[in-house]
T-cell receptor, first 112, second 116 residues
Framework: LAKTTQPISMDSYEGQEVNITCSHNNIATNDYITWYQQFPSQGPRFIIQGYKTKVTNEVASLFIPADRKSSTLSLPRVSLSDTAVYYCLVGAGNTGFQKLVFGTGTRLLVSP | DTEVTQTPKHLVMGMTNKKSLKCEQHMGHRAMYWYKQKAKKPPELMFVYSYEKLSINESVPSRFSPECPNSSLLNLHLHALQPEDSALYLC???????????????FGPGTRLTVT
């Protein structure tokens, strides 16, 4: 399973765009990149998943360069409610089982 | 309904007690998971069930005993726990295991367990 490295914490203000980068140098050919969000005392929540280039949904964008050794989660115009821990996970689904290995995550604090 | 429910929300138990955590989902998912999360740490996978059969046991001590009585229910039986087992226990489910891309996992709110 590919190891991921993220910044431990980030600070932002309401209305700003936040970019959280994840490094995964030993990503395998079949691996996907998935991001989860977790609020205190709640279970993680799926945000977005991608394999290459750019993926966008209603809450975030995921940018993956051609070498796939890193990825960037982009949160447009954050609000106070985006204060949470964001986890980057790398893994494949077709290995016969699915293991989610959470790294240390990035604690995002959004201030007024 | 995209909800995973867990009961109880909080549990305090002594080291000689036997208790069970329950998890339920009605999304038709065929894979279910137990995770353990200590304060300010990431969730750690404990067990994975696929089609009611245990697929993964991440070398969890035998004082934790999982059970999947049917496709909607997942239990975690606890016996002779240690204070260091105090943590948030999270249940999750996904459509299945395998597939080209990892299936999205839906997590419950967790059970906050305190062992005294």
């Amino acid at each position: 399973l590919a190891k991921t490295t993220q910044p431990i914490s980030m600070d932002s203000y309401e209305g700003q765009e936040v970019n959280i980068t994840c490094s995964h140098n030993n990503i395998a050919t079949n691996d996907y990149i998935t991001w989860y969000q977790q609020f205190p005392s709640q279970g993680p929540r799926f945000i977005i998943q991608g394999y290459k280039t750019k993926v966008t949904n209603e809450v975030a964008s995921l940018f993956i360069p051609a070498d796939r050794k890193s990825s960037t989660l982009s949160l447009p115009r954050v609000s106070l409610s985006d204060t949470a821990v964001y986890y980057c996970l790398v893994g494949a689904g077709n290995t016969g089982f699915q293991k989610l290995v959470f790294g240390t995550g990035t604690r995002l604090l959004v201030s007024p | 309904d995209t909800e995973v429910t867990q009961t109880p929300k909080h549990l305090v138990m002594g080291m000689t007690n036997k208790k069970s955590l329950k998890c339920e989902q009605h999304m038709g998912h065929r894979a279910m998971y137990w995770y353990k999360q200590k304060a300010k740490k990431p969730p750690e996978l404990m067990f994975v069930y696929s089609y009611e059969k245990l697929s993964i046991n991440e070398s969890v001590p035998s004082r934790f005993s999982p059970e999947c009585p049917n496709s909607s229910l997942l239990n975690l039986h606890l016996h002779a726990l240690q204070p260091e087992d105090s943590a948030l226990y999270l249940c999750a489910s996904s459509q299945a295991l395998g597939g080209t891309a990892p299936y999205e996992q839906y997590f419950g709110p967790g059970t906050r367990l305190t062992v005294t």
